[in-house]
C-alpha cells in the first residue's frame, strides 16, 4: 500500500530555512519518480521540484531554482526538500507525490509559512 507522510513544515521568517520530508512506504523511492508540489490559498497546485526515478536527476521551478534542494535516502525511503532564502511567497502547503501504475499518490501535505 503506497503511503506519502510529509513533515517539517512551520513558521519561518524571511530569508530562513526550513527543510520538508517525505517518508515513503509501500515502494521504493528509487524506483519512482518523486516530486514536490505546493499550493496556496486561491491558487492552483504547482510543481516545485522533481526528481527522476534510478538516476536522481532533478530539475525545479524557476521560482525555487538555487534555493530549494530536492534529494533522498533511500535506505530510509525518504526525499527532502531544503528550502533556503524563503520568501513570503513561498507561503504554501506544500505536497510530496508520486506517480505508479498509472495512479498518482499525494501525502497531507505539509503548512510552510513565511512571515515576519
Known amino acids: 500500500q503506497v503511503q506519502l507522510v510529509e513533515s517539517g513544515g512551520g513558521l519561518v521568517q524571511p530569508g530562513g530555512s526550513l527543510r520538508l520530508s517525505c517518508a515513503a512506504s509501500g515502494f521504493s523511492v528509487i524506483f519512482s519518480r518523486m516530486s514536490w508540489y505546493r499550493q496556496a490559498p486561491g491558487k492552483e497546485r504547482e510543481l516545485v521540484a522533481k526528481?527522476?526515478?534510478?538516476?536522481?536527476?532533478?530539475d525545479y521551478a524557476d521560482s525555487v531554482k538555487g534555493r530549494f534542494t530536492m534529494s533522498r535516502d533511500t535506505a530510509k525511503k525518504t526525499v527532502y526538500l531544503q528550502m533556503n532564502s524563503l520568501k513570503p511567497e513561498d507561503t504554501a502547503r506544500y505536497y510530496c507525490?508520486?506517480?505508479?501504475?498509472?495512479?498518482?499518490?499525494w501525502g497531507q501535505g505539509t503548512q510552510v509559512t513565511v512571515s515576519s
Open positions: 507525490n508520486t506517480w505508479r501504475d498509472n495512479v498518482d499518490y
Open positions: 526528481m527522476a526515478s534510478f538516476s536522481g536527476g532533478t
